[in-house]
């Protein structure tokens, strides 16, 4: 009954309409009237605006997500908050870039506000000092809203699996959200949703890592599978939080920023899978 009650809530806030849909309509005002046929022709020159969905933490509690989030210089899409009895909040209209990627790259794109729906889920993020993060868990009641909402955006947009992504995939140099404890395998396993790793794929690869591997192509492996990575043959600080994100997404019981065979497998899985 609980599942319904959150589908139920979440579909209800999807009613979706394209504010610009193609359509036969007269314009008047003041210039005069003109008559627009939406109908007769459609060009085959075009694409959708979204074509990421990008997954964060707020790092502040319910209160303080929707003040910032709706009062100040950064924005969502969309707000699941940890009350149950909470919808899902539409903030921006889809058609409208929201403030949430900032500096943001992935593949070839960059500036992803353009490309994207943003998604916040209040979440106090982490604790820690020395470099040392605790990260506060999702409820399962968010998961579950999350899931209902991707699956809807995902069929709309007809977006891939490689389109699911964090905010610290796209800008691992400033970004940890949604961290460690975002539940990516659940979401694959269990509503066929994003990116995950074949345990067959990655067990072949696990000795593929060596003492002979570079840098240079840990970087290489790293920007083929999607992050921005600059190509130094060095495993320096911006190296360091590429693979940070990445362990963040794909291997959270492990996030020091360190390459492993373990890591270096799941990234081969990936691309294997992924980046043919």
Request: without cysteine.
């Amino acid at each position: 009954m609980k599942k319904l009650v959150i589908l139920f809530a979440v579909m209800s806030i999807l009613a979706y309409s394209d504010t610009y849909k193609k359509e036969n309509k007269t314009i008047r005002n003041s210039a005069g009237t003109v008559k627009i046929d939406g109908k007769t022709y459609n060009s085959v020159a075009q694409d959708r605006r979204v074509r990421f969905v990008i997954l964060h933490y707020t790092a502040v509690d319910k209160d303080q997500s929707v003040n910032i989030l709706t009062k100040q210089q950064v924005s969502s899409h969309y707000l699941v908050t940890d009350d149950s009895s909470d919808p899902v909040y539409n903030l921006v209209s889809e058609d409208n870039r929201s403030w949430h990627a900032g500096e943001s790259s992935w593949g070839r794109l960059s500036n992803l506000n353009d490309s994207s729906v943003g998604i916040e889920i209040v979440n106090m993020g982490y604790t820690g000092t020395n470099g040392e993060m605790s990260f506060y868990p999702f409820t399962d009641d968010q998961i579950k809203k999350v899931a209902v909402l991707l699956k809807d955006i995902i069929a709309r947009y007809n977006l891939e699996p490689t389109s699911i992504l964090g905010h610290s995939d796209i800008a691992p140099q400033r970004k940890q959200d949604p961290g460690p404890l975002f539940p990516w395998e659940e979401l694959y396993k269990d509503y066929q949703i994003g990116m995950w790793y074949d345990e067959d794929a990655k067990s072949s690869f696990m000795t593929s890592y060596s003492t002979l591997t570079t840098p240079f192509e840990v970087q290489t492996q790293l920007e083929k599978f999607g992050y921005k990575v600059d190509k130094t043959g060095q495993y320096d600080k911006q190296t360091t939080n590429v693979i940070r994100a990445f362990q963040f997404h794909f291997r959270p019981a492990k996030y020091d920023g360190i390459m492993d065979s373990e890591t270096y497998a799941i990234l081969l899985a990936l691309n294997t899978k992924y980046k043919k």
